[in-house]
């Protein structure tokens, strides 16, 4: 749908910026090896992405499509391990910061950052958005 679109959009819109300001402040040139950074972090925190709405389709009936409580329950069943995961691949990342090739050392760090702000996007903004976008359960009269 439209609506989840929009919500899942947003979250991994905002890292992709952040660490393009990083790079434009810490004077990353953009260039090939640099580039990478944006296509992998992005598959990866549209992972995150799937993770959540597909828990969140999979809660919202059993919680007779009241979208506060769904929500609720997707982050309290994916949140920890949503963490574990970015956790896991930040620090596979990071051990490229040992490179001396200037590429993978970008690689590794920006990667790095990129996951991080993903997975917290992820975590605060996505559920918000959904809150706000989703469609409300109608009270019975």
């Not at 972090?41 to 009241?66: C, M, S, W």
């Amino acid at each position: 749908s439209f609506r989840i679109l929009l919500c899942s959009l947003i979250p991994n819109i905002i890292p992709l910026l952040v660490t393009a300001g990083i790079m434009g402040w810490a004077g990353v040139a953009l260039k090939p090896s640099t580039v990478l950074i944006f296509s992998v972090a992005l598959g990866i925190a549209i992972d995150i992405t799937i993770r959540f709405l597909v828990n969140y389709k999979q809660v919202l009936p059993e919680h007779g499509n009241d979208v506060s409580a769904a929500v609720k329950s997707t982050f309290h069943q994916t949140g920890l391990s949503i963490i574990y995961t970015s956790l896991v691949l930040t620090a596979g990342f990071i051990i490229f910061c040992a490179s001396s090739f200037g590429g993978t050392f970008a690689l590794g760090w920006l990667t790095s950052v990129t996951l991080l702000t993903a997975t917290v996007t992820n975590l605060v903004l996505l559920p918000v958005l959904i809150l706000m976008l989703g469609k409300r359960k109608l009270p019975v009269k």
